[in-house]
């Protein structure tokens, strides 16, 4: 198994300008998670779905977006982007049966606006 | 909501000496607990997790955690480290009857082992 991957590892975007940050997962998991990662602040939840067709937003989803048509695929969507928006970016999932949520990341997309 | 205080944002140690990385919690019902590494320019990996029973935990690299409900605290120890153990750590806790409520996760702990 990939585990959970990414793509791609590193991309400057000047700002106004879009992108789509790629995740995948092969270990069927119904849950999936968009975290960034900003120094001193630990992990912030951007956005979540609990399966295909469903997402719900976390804690900082202002300015992304995201769409869950398959079990695998959870891209994120950047419309606008804005210097805010430089971080590191960590996609995760998790089988989330009896509530025990062992989360599984990615490496991560280092994101810089400039 | 639940939520979670890691007390130390850095923690320099001297290889071979012992280390403890603190971790409270808020909670007034049961919970999962959570610590989870990361390495430098990596994703974060799970260390150990408490999800019942014994309320010492141990993980993977000879670290271990002690879940104290009274103390509303997950603890992480190790007895000697070395300089691979340099990393940021993460404690993490989820209700246990949450339904699809994510985990919460505090915000790190750097530990520097110093040679």
């Known amino acids: 198994n990939a585990g959970v991957t990414q793509t791609p590892k590193f991309r400057i975007l000047k700002i106004g300008q879009s992108m789509t940050l790629q995740c995948t997962q092969d270990m069927n998991h119904n849950y999936m998670y968009w975290y960034r990662q900003d120094p001193g602040m630990g992990l912030k939840l951007i956005y979540y779905s609990v399966g295909a067709g469903i997402t719900d937003k976390g804690e900082v989803p202002n300015g992304y977006n995201v769409s869950r048509s398959t079990t695998e695929d959870f891209p994120l969507r950047l419309e606008l982007a804005a210097p805010s928006q430089t971080s590191v970016y960590f996609c995760a999932s998790s089988d989330k049966r009896g509530g025990r949520d062992t989360q599984y990341f990615g490496p991560g997309t280092r994101l810089t606006v400039l | 909501a639940q939520s979670v205080t890691q007390l130390d944002s850095q923690v320099p140690v001297f290889e071979e000496a012992p280390v403890e990385l603190r971790c409270n919690y808020s909670s007034s019902v049961s919970v999962y607990l959570f610590w989870y590494v990361q390495y430098p320019n990596q994703g974060l990996q799970l260390l150990l997790k408490?999800?019942?029973?014994?309320?010492l935990v141990k993980g993977i690299n000879g670290f271990e955690a002690e879940f104290n409900k009274s103390q509303t605290s997950f603890h992480l120890r190790k007895p000697s480290v070395h300089i691979s153990d340099t990393a940021e750590y993460f404690c993490a806790v989820i209700l246990w009857n949450s339904g699809n409520t994510p985990l919460v996760f505090g915000k790190g702990t750097r530990l520097s082992v110093i040679a």
């Open positions: 408490y999800l019942s029973g014994s309320t």
